[in-house]
């Protein structure tokens, strides 16, 4: 059997050390932020290669207190991308702001930035592009066309922690960079937890405010805020796990390399390589127009694989009201019917990889 995810394995890869990083907090009682938490936000800030970094309690309050940090709001549109996870744009809708969608690049799979200028309106305020599956979307060209209509940019890093850009790392590239430390991402927690990152100190003042109340001091609410801090508990398992990224996401690389290698016959689509990117493999997922064969052929053997995602954001039921329809984003449509992920984590053998890799090839 492969499984698609064991976080069990990592679990037992760390067990002494975040058995007692949580005993911890229990003895220092600091459940809410604390000085776990306080620690966590610079080493990540440290990693990210930005100045502040601020703990929240899920990727997706990252997104939506850095849209409110950079002053979107109602009659304002955001511009991301129809192949995302649904919490991209359901962050914009929290904020009030319009999400408007553009494809994405059929090489990349990340925002094709060729398509942004057409769907800039005198309401666009911002943009969020999606480092989709750990690879940094082309930041550069999204950063010019931004400058140049005066638009907030902000990453949706929440699938790659530590992935590089040009030597930059995700999250530094923009106004501000959001994280997920959902279990299952290249970072986990052991519940939920986000953080935002950002060189403006400002932006990260604000974020701060608003994660807790919009107080500035206690019971002075300056904003209406929200209960978004990140919990003590996940601060100190993160803080575990920040000893260990560096050799986890080497490990996811280093198994992609093996995929890409064993695979590269295969006649199937593939992540493509760049040399100026750190893909960071949250995902490895190929295309084939026979995914249903795929997956049962799969099964058969014991590899579980998985899909991300099934239906792009304009398709789905939730975001009638965007007004999207069939056709309108191709390359998302096209992607959402051939993308099938394989087993991908650090504690994979090189057994499994040629396992999975055999049974790709038979199919
Ligand atoms: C996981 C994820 C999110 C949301 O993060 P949560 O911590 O689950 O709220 C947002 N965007 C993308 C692309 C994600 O993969």
Excluded at 114 to 128: D, G, M, R, S, V
Excluded at 155 to 170: I, L, W
Excluded at 292 to 305: N, P, R, V, Y
Aim: proline share 4%; charged share 20%; hydrophobic share 40%.
């Amino acid at each position: 059997m492969v499984p698609f995810l064991d976080l069990k394995a990592q679990y037992h890869s760390i067990k002494d050390e975040a058995d007692a990083a949580v005993l911890k907090i229990m003895e220092s009682c600091q459940f809410a932020l604390g000085e776990e938490v306080a620690t966590f936000e610079h080493k990540f800030a440290e990693y990210c290669q930005t100045r502040h970094a601020v703990a929240v309690n899920s990727g997706t309050s990252a997104l939506h207190l850095s849209l409110l940090a950079a002053g979107v709001g109602p009659g304002d549109e955001v511009i991301t991308v129809a192949m995302t996870f649904v919490a991209t744009v359901a962050a914009i809708d929290y904020s009030g702001a319009k999400a408007v969608l553009v494809d994405v690049d059929p090489k990349t799979w990340t925002m094709d930035a060729n398509q942004l200028e057409a769907a800039i309106t005198p309401k666009t305020k911002a943009i969020i592009p999606v480092h989709l599956h750990g690879r940094v979307a082309d930041m550069d060209a999204i950063n010019a066309i931004a400058d140049k209509h005066g638009l907030v940019v902000i990453e949706d890093a929440a699938q790659a922690h530590g992935a590089e850009y040009k030597g930059r790392r995700a999250g530094s590239l923009s106004r501000a960079g959001c994280f997920s430390f959902y279990p299952g991402k290249n970072l986990g927690a052991y519940g939920e937890g986000g953080a935002v990152v950002t060189d403006d100190e400002e932006l990260a003042n604000m974020v701060r405010v608003l994660r807790d109340w919009g107080q500035k001091g206690k019971y002075n609410h300056v904003h209406k805020g929200f209960n978004a801090r990140m919990d003590g508990f996940q601060g100190a398992i993160l803080n575990v796990k920040m000893g260990r990224i560096e050799d986890w996401t080497d490990a996811r690389r280093a198994h992609a390399a093996l995929y890409d290698k064993l695979l590269a016959g295969s006649g199937f689509g593939l992540p493509i390589q760049s040399n100026d990117c750190r893909h960071v493999y949250h995902v490895y997922a190929l295309c084939t127009p026979d995914r249903e064969a795929m997956q049962a052929h799969l099964t058969e053997q014991g590899i579980q694989s998985g899909i991300h995602y099934p239906i792009p954001v304009h398709l789905q039921p939730a975001y009638a009201d965007l007004g999207g329809k069939k056709g309108d984003f191709p390359v998302s449509e096209r992607l959402a019917n051939e993308f099938v992920s394989l087993p991908m984590y650090a504690e994979l053998s090189t057994d499994q990889i040629e396992l999975v890799a055999a049974g790709v090839n038979s199919v």
